[in-house]
Structure formats: structure tokens, C-alpha cells
């Protein structure tokens, strides 16, 4: 059963993806980043867990996520190459926005990720 995109603060990834907009997370097919337990093998994540914080906005040695080795991998890069989005600008919009302000924006537009092309 789909579910519909919905406004909730614990879908914020830590690498700042919206995961309320994720299709597989709509699908029913994965519990949103923060509550998957599988994604031990996510550098970010458990980043974000020693530094306590809930993602990598609340960063105060990288105020540009690009400059951090962790977040912005090769495979971050080619993903976001491929699918023309940039991971980074969920970030800065967080920053912004806050989190609230960030989760409305994403869900409203039906976002999981920034496209380039904004």
C-alpha cells in the first residue's frame, strides 16, 4: 500500500535527504533513514550520531557539506551526476529553512533530494 507524502520532521535524513518523499519509503519498502537499522554501513549517519546531531546542518566544522570527505563521496557524486540532483542544497535550504521550513518545502513540492536545476 502507497503511502502519501507527509510532513514529518524524523524523515529528514542525516545526509539531508527527505526520505517522506522517497519512493521506497512510500512503497512501505524502507523505515526512512533514521530508522533503519541496516544502514549501519552509512558513514554520515553515524557521523552525525557521535557528533549528536540529527544531520549534517548541525555541522560546525564543515559549513560547506562539499568540503566534508564523508558526505561528498564518489559514489555521493555520481549519484547526484546521474540523477541530476545536489544533496548538498538540502543542507543549505536546512540551514535556511529550519527543519520545519525544510520539511514543508520538500513535501510540498513532493522533493526527496534538490534538483541542480533550481
Avoid at 500500500?1 to 524524523?10: A, G, N, Q, R
Avoid at 529528514?12 to 544502514?39: E, F, M, R, S, T
Avoid at 549519484?79 to 543542507?91: E, P, Q
Amino acid at each position: 500500500m502507497k503511502k502519501e507524502i507527509v510532513k514529518d520532521l524524523s524523515l529528514i535524513a542525516a545526509c539531508g535527504l527527505y526520505c517522506g518523499a522517497c519512493g521506497k519509503y512510500l512503497k512501505g519498502n524502507c523505515p526512512g533513514c533514521k530508522d533503519n537499522v541496516k544502514a549501519s554501513w552509512c558513514k554520515i549517519k553515524v557521523c552525525c550520531a557521535e557528533k549528536g546531531i540529527d544531520n549534517c546542518s548541525g555541522c560546525d566544522i564543515f559549513i560547506e557539506p562539499d568540503k566534508c570527505k564523508k558526505y561528498n563521496n564518489f559514489i555521493a557524486r555520481a549519484i547526484g551526476y546521474i540523477s541530476g540532483t545536489k544533496r548538498s542544497a538540502c543542507i543549505k535550504l536546512i540551514r535556511m529553512k529550519g527543519n520545519d521550513g525544510f520539511v514543508t518545502y520538500m513535501a510540498d513540492n513532493k522533493f526527496q533530494n534538490i534538483p541542480k536545476k533550481m
